[in-house]
């Protein structure tokens, strides 16, 4: 290990690593806010394609695809469920690839009846294994939907319906209202049906091409905020040039015995712990996770490992602290400057989100098929780590003021409570900054919080 700064390295440093607190501390608060908006993913959506193909005497027959252009958020177990209102009295007279959870009351029919009556039916995915004549292309996985970035032929999910006591013409059809889409919780907000120009399809071997009878799509759009009041994921950070753990920070995702923000868990050594686990709903959208003082579903720890002349080298370990839940290919997306030059990454896939911009700090980070792309439920096998390799570029390389740590991490697409950046473990010896305040810092930190609670 070797640190050698020369007096004039130590006054840029002083005056970067002010910078850079500063930077902390803006972005700190700049991502607890709850909008939409994602300025990593900006369009990033689900876009819902509806596709006449033909129609019937009473009706049509549709292919639905639901593509996610989400970069780094997917659908996992227990996978999507999509609903609308229809804006007539149509029924669902038979479904390939995907069923509805209710079928309703479809007492008027005689003989051939309905696969679903109700006006505002809810439509799941076909699990695997599904008999061959009742699927089509892009269905049957369970619900689960890969993102963009980590497997694009994954991509889709795709459905067909008949569709009847509904109009025969692109003049007498009426588009479907208010859809909701649930992945698999709360988070995505659908606007309307827009009629767009019909889609075009092209041959398997490129000689012909045929088009839909009429195609409308609607765009849904996730919010954190929509997805849940608590946050489900924290950050903990740790260095070789300093004995400090920093922890997650105490009650980031819930606290225990706390009438405000209550939280149920279960003890890690608790004796009937094998039967609680096994009595909770396997992958469910509730967590049941162990007790920490975080009590977050999944941690992530960061810790500074080594430094060499040209290079220092990270430590990443993700844990998964739910009992109900196997996370089936995960994501990271780390912003660390150093991302820029990254020059190996053990055994984690990684893709820059910001390649071609001139901060190219951003990155996703996602397990090796087969290899540690599922983190096993909370417990032994509950976690997966890697380690990555950047190149210094001297000119902003520093281990001072907590520069080696993360700006921000998500998991599986949703923001990581970092600790408070005044706590990070720092060098010894490291100069006091001057050009801010602690008083400001703290303000500024508090105000963060109450940002962030606010909006809980
Ligand atoms: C949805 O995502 C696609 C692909 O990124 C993009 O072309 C489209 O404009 C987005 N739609 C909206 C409404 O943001
Ligand atoms: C409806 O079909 C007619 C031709 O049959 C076409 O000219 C028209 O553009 C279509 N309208 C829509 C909304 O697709
Ligand atoms: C559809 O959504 C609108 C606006 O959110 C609401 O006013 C209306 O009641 C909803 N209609 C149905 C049938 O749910
Ligand atoms: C409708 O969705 C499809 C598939 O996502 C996309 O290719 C097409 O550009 C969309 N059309 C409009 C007008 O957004
Ligand atoms: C309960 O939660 C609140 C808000 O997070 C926190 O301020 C308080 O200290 C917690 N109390 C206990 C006993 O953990
Ligand atoms: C996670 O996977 C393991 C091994 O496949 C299985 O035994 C366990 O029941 C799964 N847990 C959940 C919550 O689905
Ligand atoms: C961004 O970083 C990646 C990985 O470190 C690198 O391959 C890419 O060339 C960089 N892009 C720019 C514009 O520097
Ligand atoms: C990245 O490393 C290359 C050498 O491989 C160097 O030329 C370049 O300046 C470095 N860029 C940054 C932003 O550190
Ligand atoms: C390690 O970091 C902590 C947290 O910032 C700090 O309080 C402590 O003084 C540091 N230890 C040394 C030996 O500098
Ligand atoms: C820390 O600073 C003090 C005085 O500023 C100095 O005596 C001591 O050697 C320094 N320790 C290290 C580890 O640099």
Redesign the pocket.
Known sequence: MEILFTPIHRFFLKFSSCTILLLFVLSYTSFTSTEAYDPLDPTGNITIKWDIMSWTPDGYVAVVTMYNFQKYRHIQAPGWSLGW?WSKKEVIWSMLGGQTTDQGDCSKYKGNIPHCCKK?PTVVDLLPGTPYNQQIANCCKGGVIASLVQDPANAASSFQLSVGAAGTTNKTVRVP??FTLAAPGPGYTCGPAKIVKPTKFISADKRRVTQAMMTWNVTCTYSQFLAQKTPTCCVSLSSFYNSTIVPCPTCACGCQNNLTRSGSCVEANAPHLAQVVSASVQNSYTPLVQCTSHMCPVRVHWHVKLNYQEYWRVKVTITNFNYNMNYTQWNLVVQHPNFDNLTEIFSFNYESLTPYTAINDTAMLWGVKFYNDLLMQAGPAGNVQSELLFQKDMSTFTFERGWAFPRRIYFNGDNCVMPPPDSYPWLPNASTCRAISPVTVIVTFLSAVALLYGHA
Request: proline content about 0%; overall charge positive; cysteine-free.
């Open positions: 209102v505002n209202k208010n």
